[in-house]
């Protein structure tokens, strides 16, 4: 069961020393301004990919006068997850105490979801959002798609190093972008064949919380279609000399939302966004669990700003339907109240200058 049965945080933000142990189901966090709500989320995003999603700078999320975060969580699976950052990058990950070299063994044991304001970048941002978004639950359901991912970035690093040259080899160029063309192949059936399976979900989604006609989402490899990616490459290398960089290719790959010819964004109102960005992350709760089993964990920072009444509700059941850990912030625990199905009784804690008490 992907949910965390207890979790320890120590000097994350204003949270000096807390442990908390979660319920499987909803929690809530509610607090004043300032109080420590969403850097509690932040200390559960640690325990996933160990990186905050505010900061890019470890040195912001360490307490002032400390050295370090640790962040120590043990799973109602039995797992421990325990990491440690300092404020020169130094990093311990440990696994079932055994020291990891990297984050994708924790990322695939705690998949998570995160909903807060910046989610809306999935509609309004570039296209690195969407496509980070698509890949996540490639990543989850392929797993070959991250050595893939990984080859495809290699040979493009190489391929861009080349253009920036002054006189770049030709045949070096070409022979990089043949190994990225066999790569893009790859992951772009990956890409493919999640995305047939994630829109029906998706659809089923948004319509279970709002009817939009006419929005369609539409997947963009990065490049023409009908083609392989070698001959393009090929075809447009005095372009990319030109731009010193490659300008197609999987990394320019895109989930196209849209309401005919518009950008969904242009169109749809604040609430209307929310509840889309909702649909698109629960969907891939959904999907994951359909296809793996696995549960998602959700992060929701602030779930009744921009929403109604009756809005926030649909969004509670539906969280509620997936039957997985949910964390979720707000500033006053009775904006939810009337929120919940009557069979679900939400675990509340009240959080107050970075200490956490259940209520
Ligand atoms: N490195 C740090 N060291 C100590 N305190 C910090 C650090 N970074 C941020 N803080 C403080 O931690 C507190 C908690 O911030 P957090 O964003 O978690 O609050 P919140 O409860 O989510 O508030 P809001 O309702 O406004 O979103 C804030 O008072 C913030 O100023
Ligand atoms: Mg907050």
Same mark, same amino acid.
């Given at each position: 069961?992907?949910?965390?049965?207890?979790?320890? !945080?120590?000097?994350?933000?204003?949270?000096?020393?807390?442990?908390?142990?979660?319920?499987?189901?909803?929690?809530?966090?509610?607090?004043?301004?300032?109080?420590?709500?969403?850097?509690?989320?932040?200390? !559960?995003?640690?325990?996933?990919?160990?990186?905050?999603?505010?900061?890019?700078?470890?040195?912001?999320?360490?307490?002032?006068?400390?050295?370090?975060?640790? !962040?120590?969580?043990?799973?109602?699976?039995?797992?421990?997850?325990?990491?440690?950052?300092?404020?020169?990058?130094?990093?311990?990950? =440990?696994?079932?105490?055994?020291?990891?070299?990297?984050?994708?063994?924790?990322?695939? @044991? $705690?998949?998570? @979801? $995160?909903?807060?304001?910046?989610?809306?970048?999935?509609?309004?941002?570039?296209?690195?959002?969407?496509?980070?978004?698509?890949?996540?639950?490639?990543?989850?359901?392929?797993?070959?798609?991250?050595?893939?991912?990984?080859?495809?970035?290699? &040979?493009?690093?190489?391929?861009?190093?080349? $253009?920036? @040259?002054?006189?770049?080899?030709?045949?070096?160029?070409?022979?990089?972008?043949?190994?990225?063309?066999?790569?893009?192949?790859?992951?772009? &059936?990956?890409?493919?064949?999640?995305?047939?399976?994630?829109?029906?979900?998706?659809?089923?989604?948004?319509?279970?919380?709002?009817?939009?006609?006419?929005?369609?989402?539409?997947?963009?490899?990065?490049?023409?279609?009908?083609?392989?990616?070698?001959?393009?490459?090929?075809?447009?290398?005095?372009?990319?000399?030109?731009?010193?960089?490659?300008?197609?290719?999987? +990394?320019?790959?895109?989930?196209?939302?849209?309401?005919?010819?518009?950008?969904? *964004?242009?169109?749809?109102?604040?609430?209307?966004?929310?509840?889309?960005?909702?649909?698109?992350?629960?969907?891939?709760?959904?999907?994951?669990?359909?296809?793996?089993?696995?549960?998602?964990?959700?992060?929701?920072?602030?779930?009744?700003?921009?929403?109604? =009444?009756?809005?926030?509700?649909? !969004?509670?059941?539906?969280? &509620?339907?997936?039957?997985?850990?949910?964390?979720?912030?707000?500033?006053?625990?009775?904006?939810?109240? *009337?929120?919940?199905?009557?069979?679900? &009784?939400?675990? =509340?804690?009240?959080?107050? +200058?970075?200490?956490?008490?259940?209520?």
């Amino acid at each position: 069961m992907t949910a965390i049965r207890r979790i320890d !945080v120590l000097g994350l933000r204003n949270l000096s020393n807390v442990q908390l142990l979660p319920g499987e189901g909803v929690n809530i966090f509610f607090g004043a301004n300032g109080s420590g709500k969403t850097s509690l989320l932040e200390a !559960v995003y640690y325990t996933g990919l160990g990186r905050s999603f505010r900061s890019q700078r470890v040195e912001s999320v360490i307490q002032t006068g400390l050295d370090e975060i640790t !962040v120590f969580s043990e799973l109602f699976s039995g797992a421990t997850i325990g990491v440690t950052k300092g404020r020169s990058g130094n990093h311990i990950l =440990k696994l079932m105490g055994e020291r990891q070299s990297n984050w994708l063994p924790t990322a695939r @044991q $705690l998949p998570l @979801q $995160l909903l807060n304001s910046d989610s809306f970048d999935l509609l309004e941002g570039s296209s690195k959002t969407r496509r980070k978004f698509l890949d996540w639950g490639v990543f989850h359901v392929e797993h070959d798609f991250s050595g893939d991912w990984r080859g495809a970035a290699k &040979c493009l690093a190489q391929r861009n190093l080349l $253009l920036k @040259q002054r006189t770049p080899d030709k045949q070096q160029l070409e022979a990089w972008g043949a190994e990225l063309g066999s790569y893009a192949a790859r992951i772009d &059936c990956s890409r493919r064949s999640y995305i047939t399976l994630f829109l029906p979900v998706f659809e089923r989604t948004l319509s279970s919380l709002i009817g939009i006609p006419g929005l369609a989402v539409k997947y963009f490899r990065g490049w023409e279609d009908g083609a392989e990616l070698v001959d393009v490459l090929n075809a447009s290398l005095e372009r990319d000399v030109r731009y010193g960089a490659t300008q197609t290719g999987p +990394h320019r790959a895109d989930l196209q939302i849209r309401i005919g010819k518009s950008r969904a *964004d242009e169109i749809l109102s604040r609430g209307q966004q929310k509840l889309v960005v909702v649909a698109l992350k629960v969907a891939q709760g959904v999907l994951l669990s359909e296809l793996t089993g696995t549960k998602v964990l959700f992060l929701v920072d602030d779930l009744p700003s921009e929403l109604d =009444k009756n809005n926030r509700k649909r !969004v509670c059941e539906l969280l &509620c339907q997936l039957e997985s850990q949910v964390f979720m912030t707000c500033v006053d625990a009775s904006d939810l109240d *009337d929120a919940w199905p009557s069979s679900i &009784c939400p675990r =509340k804690f009240h959080v107050e +200058h970075g200490k956490i008490r259940p209520v």
